[in-house]
């Protein structure tokens, strides 16, 4: 097991993306951190991960207050004594909505979970057991709309775009302690966020909800939608000594969806 004896957070662990990457490092050997705000679905993944005789640790975590990434960090030292991997999965879909129409708020809270978050949990993790131990590798999940901006999408597109930025300016800054950090651009994942947003779509445009599944499963090479489990193998892969030479970099896994 290519991570036995070794940490892994997760962020926006309790669900979709995030459960499924918990999964796969605690398959690898990895105990595991995960982080959300709904305390049910946390205790769940953490049960499983459990029964696999890995440890876990479900931490509440709210990264709209800057507080709690930093607490969040300080039980996982707690209980494991350091952490190995941090993988930056927490996001929100944000307002669906033309720019001209757009809600502060909204706009506001989906940058702080989305990308000011991400950046806090960095933060903490490096200075708190990474660079001292020179040692670490952090994933960040971004998406294909990082790369390109769809129509009523602005803000969860400039989120991000801002990881993928973020991603970079990170690596340059740990490489010199070992660290890499990499970053994911999922397609159109399967499970209940893409269904909101094909929806919403189907509302806004007068089309049938299947009809848009079809046209973007279609637009794919593959002509289908990217399974969670797809990605979390890529993070695995990513936070590994498989991909010991690659940092800085982006890596579509979205079924051939962008192909530039």
């Known amino acids: 097991m290519q ?5 892994a957070i997760v962020t926006g662990g309790g669900k979709g993306i995030g459960r499924a990457i918990a999964l796969a490092f605690a398959r ?12 049910s679905a946390l205790k769940e993944v953490a049960a499983q991960i459990k029964s696999m005789g890995r440890k876990s640790l479900a931490v509440v975590t709210d990264l709209t ?3 709690q990434p930093l607490a969040m960090v300080d039980k996982a030292l707690k209980e494991f004594g350091q952490i190995d991997v941090l993988v930056n999965n927490s996001g929100v879909e944000g307002p669906m909505v033309n720019v001209t129409d757009m809600d502060l708020d909204g706009w506001n809270q989906m940058m702080a979970i989305n990308l000011t978050g991400a950046m806090l949990c960095t933060k903490h993790v490096l200075a708190k057991s990474m660079v001292p ?5 952090i994933v960040n999940i971004s998406s294909v709309s990082g790369r390109r901006g769809p129509a009523t999408r602005s803000a969860y597109s400039s989120s991000k775009f801002g990881i993928i930025g973020f991603t970079q300016s990170v690596a340059m800054e740990a490489g010199r302690y070992g660290i890499r950090v990499n970053c994911i651009a999922p397609g ?3 499970g209940a966020r893409i269904e909101r947003v094909l929806r ?3 509302q806004t445009s007068g089309r049938p909800y299947e009809e848009l599944v079809a046209n973007y499963s279609a637009r794919a090479a593959l002509g289908r939608m990217v399974k969670p489990e797809e990605i979390a193998a890529l993070a695995v892969f990513l936070a590994s000594e498989q991909s010991s030479g690659i940092t800085g ?10 192909l530039d």
Do not use: M, W, Y
């Open 249 to 258: 970099q982006t890596i579509n896994c979205d079924c051939g969806l962008e």
């Open 188 to 190: 159109l994942v399967e």
């Open 3 to 7: 991570f036995e004896g070794k940490v």
């Open 133 to 137: 131990r020179q040692s670490g590798a």
């Open 200 to 202: 919403h779509a189907s």
């Open 65 to 67: 207050d800057p507080e």
């Open 28 to 39: 690898e050997g990895a105990d595991a951190v995960v982080a959300a705000t709904t305390e």
